[in-house]
C-alpha cells in the first residue's frame, strides 16, 4: 500500500513509496533482469552439436557464439521493462569456465537504466549419440552389390564406389546417419555398411537407376530397444546385377532381341526380327536368357540389292546370304559393311 511516509533505505520523508521504498531506491533495487549467476553448456567435441530438449541439434554456431546463445536464452526481463536491449559480453576464459558480462539499457517507471550483470558458463565436452555411433561403427543396413553369373569387373566396382560418395555427400547434409560405417570388398562383390535404412534404401536406388539389377529386402531382428520397447531390425539390401550388358543379345518370351539400354526400372529391347521395341520391368528379369554378346557382332558385306532384298557375304563362311529388306535397309548400297550377329544359325542384321 503507497503512503507519504519516510523511505527506510534513504531516510527521506513525505515522498510516495513504492512497496516501502522511494521511487529512486525502488529504481535503483528492482533488477530489469534475471541471470543465472552460474550456467553449463554441453558440446559434441567431434560435430559441435548441442542437447536441445533431449536432442543433439546441430550447430553452426563458434563457441563464443553458443556462450553468448546459451546466456540469452536464460535471461528473464522484468514484465515493467521497455524498449530492453540487451548486450552480452565474454570477458575471460578459465580452461572451461567463461566469465561473462550483461548490460541491459531499458525504459523502466518513465527513466532510462542501465545495469549490469556477470554471470559463469561452463563447457562440458561430450559425444552425442550420432557420433558416438560412427565411432563404434553402428550401422543399420549393409548394401550387398552382386553380379549374376559373373564377377564385379574393377570399372563397375569403381563407378560403384563413385556412386556411393557422391550420394552421402548429399545425403549428409539431411541425414546425419547418412555415413558409411564399412567398406568391404569380396570376391563376390562389394559390401557398403550404412549407418541409416533410409539413407541405404536411397544409395541402392542410386546404384540401380546406374546398373539396373534386381533389388531384394532382408530384414533380420537384433534385439530390442530398452527405452521404447520396439524391435530392432537390421536390413540386408542385396542389388544383383543382371548378367547382360547393353548391346547383348536376350531371348525374351521366344523373341529374339538386343539389348538397347537399361535403367532402374526397365529394360528396353529391340526385336531382331520385327524391329519393334520393347520394354520389360525388371521384375520380369528372370525371363529373359542371353543368346548372345555384343563381341558377337561382325560386320558383313553388301554383295547385291533388289527392291525385295539385299546380298551379304557370311561373315564367316563367305557364303551368299539373302535378306528380306526393310526400311532400315533401304539406304544401304552394294559394297558397303553391316553389323550382322548370327544366333542359331540366322543371320540378323544390327
Known sequence: MNSKIFCPQCGKTGVKLFNGLCRSC???????????????????????SIPKKGRWIESDLSLDDIIIETISQNI?????????????????????????????KAQFMGEIITQEFFSKVKVNKSVC???????????????????????????????????????????????????????VELKEGIDYYVGSQKAARKLAEALKNVFGGVLKDSPRLMGRDKISGKDLYRVWISLRLPQFQKSDFVKYNNLKTQVLNFDGDKIYLKDLESLSSISVAWRDYEKLTVIARKEDIKMAMITAKTPQSIQILHPDTYQPVDIELNEELFHFQVGEELKVVEIDDILYII
Open 76 to 104: 528473464e526481463i522484468d514484465e515493467s521493462a521497455s524498449d530492453v536491449d540487451l548486450s552480452i559480453k565474454i570477458l575471460n576464459v578459465r580452461g572451461s569456465i567463461f566469465d561473462c558480462q550483461v548490460k541491459v
Open 129 to 183: 549419440s550420432i557420433c558416438s555411433k560412427y565411432a563404434s561403427g553402428y550401422y543399420e543396413a549393409v548394401i550387398q552389390m552382386r553380379a549374376d553369373n559373373k564377377l564385379l569387373s574393377a570399372e563397375e566396382i569403381r563407378t560403384a564406389d563413385k556412386i556411393i560418395i557422391n550420394k552421402i555427400e548429399k545425403l549428409s547434409k539431411k541425414n546425419r546417419m547418412a555415413y558409411i560405417s564399412q567398406r
Open 26 to 48: 525502488f529504481i535503483e533495487k528492482t533488477s530489469l533482469i534475471h541471470v543465472p549467476d552460474e550456467m553449463d553448456v554441453i558440446i559434441c567435441t567431434q560435430c559441435g
